[in-house]
């Protein structure tokens, strides 16, 4: 038998598949948790609550692009709209030191994948919580009124304006929205499905520090703080450069600090 919010989410799914075709996924992931009952990655929906970005142009020259999807649960009254913004490499503040800086740049590397998740109202639409990457894959959780949003489409703002950090392209929130673009307005990058680009990441090895809990469940970010798998060196080595204060002078405050 459905409760009250199965039903509403699993009628909302069905009137929102035959009024806008593709809008919804007929079934969920095999990754997906067994509370989400619906997926879906329509790019006119995505770009609804696409990040704001603060981004130098160096760093737009190697951001490939902002891949995303979004979800309903039976558990959670919000729709979670997750974006992954992907770069070919990420350089080190050790980079610039002569002779020595190689010995240092172990932060340095191939290929970057920094995660955005946007929770909204999916009746009136407002943005209730903004999570983001605030370092080194630990987790910066503002709510929908303490965030700087960027009003485009909709009569309300929905954007998260949020600044590129460099050279770890994680984010700041960045409360002078004039100095943003819209990630799908970059030039040469992409901007479409996370669900087509999953199956590829993966077997790239792009996750395999990761939580699963934390690539296929936006909502359980507020309580893990973290996208990393907390057995893997990587998560040790970022949890030390945290401890360390290893940061930006003017950083977000993470979840877990």
Do not use: C
Not at 237 to 253: G, Y
């Amino acid at each position: 038998m459905f409760s009250r919010r199965q039903f509403i989410v699993s009628a909302s799914a069905t009137a929102a598949a035959i009024a806008v075709p593709g809008l919804v996924s007929a079934e969920t992931p095999e990754w997906s948790p067994d509370h989400i009952t619906m997926t879906g990655d329509d790019e006119d929906e995505l770009r609804r609550y696409q990040p704001y970005l603060d981004i130098p142009w160096a760093d737009q020259q190697s951001l490939i692009g902002v891949y995303g999807w979004f979800a309903e649960s039976e558990d959670y009254d919000t729709r979670a709209y997750y974006y992954w913004a992907k770069y070919n490499s990420q350089n080190s503040l050790f980079d610039a030191l002569p002779l020595i800086g190689g010995l240092f740049s172990e932060d340095a590397h191939f290929g970057d994948h920094e995660p955005v998740i946007v929770l909204a109202d999916p009746d009136s639409g407002e943005v209730q919580r903004v999570l983001y990457s605030g370092y080194h894959h630990f987790a910066v959780d503002i709510s929908g009124e303490d965030m700087t949003l960027v009003e485009d489409a909709e009569s309300y703002p929905t954007h998260p304006s949020l600044q590129v950090a460099v050279p770890h392209h994680h984010f700041r929130h960045q409360r002078d929205d004039s100095r943003t673009i819209a990630a799908s307005s970059i030039s040469g990058a992409e901007f479409g499905s996370f669900l087509d680009q999953r199956s590829s990441w993966e077997q790239n090895g792009v996750f395999d520090s990761s939580s699963d809990t934390a690539i296929a469940d936006p909502w359980a970010m507020s309580d893990r703080g973290t996208w990393w798998d907390e057995s893997t060196t990587d998560y040790q080595f970022a949890r030390i450069r945290v401890l360390l204060n290893w940061r930006d002078s003017d950083h977000d405050e993470l979840i877990r600090e």
